[in-house]
C-alpha cells in the first residue's frame, strides 16, 4: 500500500474509540468468564507495514496467538497476539491456582483460543454497530510461532498495511500487552474508509462525547 495512504486525524481517533468500547465489552466477558476482575486498558491506534510490526516484536522468541478472517461489510484478517510466556500467564490466572507446567501446556490453546475469540469478536461486533454492517467471523484459529510466521514480508504481503492496536489486559496478577492487528490490503482499506464516510455523523458524536 503506498506510504502516503493514511487515515486522517478524525478516522483515527473513532476507530480508537470503537476499539475502547470493544476493549470494555471484552473486559466484561471476561471478567464474567475467569470469575475475577479484568481490565483492559485504552488502545492506541497505529497503521503500519509488516516490517514496521515486525520490528517492534524485536526479542520476542515466540508468538502465541488468535486468527479470524472476517467477511461481508469488512473483508480482512484479524488477528489477537501475546508473547508465548505472557499468554501462559493468562492461562495461569484464569485458572485461579498453581498448576504443574504439563497441565498448563495442555490447557494453553483452548483457553487462550476462547479469549482471543472474546476479545476479537467484541472489537468486530463495535465495529459492526457503529458503521451499521454485518460482518461474519470465521471460527478462531489457535496459532503459535515466530513472528515471521504470521506475517507474509513479501509479494502482496509487502502491499498490505496492519492496523496496530494495542491495549494492556489487566489481571489479579498480571499485566500483558496485547496486540491486535487488522491486515488491510488496498481494497478492504478503501472499503473501511468508505464506511467511515458514510458515517461522518456517527463518527462526529463519538469523537464529541
Known sequence: MPDRVRFSEPETGFLKELFDRGARRAARALSELTHQRVELSVPTVRLVSAVEFAAQLTGLHSICGVTQRLSGGLETSAMLLFAEEKSLEIVRCMLERLVPYEVLSELHQDAITE??????????????????????????????????????????????????????????????????????HEESFRMLKTLMAGRAGAVLDVLGD
Open 115 to 184: 479469549v482471543g475469540n472474546i476479545m476479537l469478536n467484541a472489537c468486530v461486533g463495535s465495529i459492526a454497530r457503529s458503521l451499521d454492517v454485518v460482518i461474519r467471523v470465521d471460527p478462531p484459529e489457535f496459532r503459535l510461532g515466530p513472528k515471521e510466521s504470521f506475517f507474509d514480508f513479501g509479494g502482496a504481503g509487502g502491499r498490505t498495511s496492519y492496523l496496530d492496536v494495542r491495549i494492556e489486559l489487566r489481571m489479579v496478577e498480571t499485566a500483558v500487552e496485547t496486540f491486535w492487528i487488522f491486515a488491510l
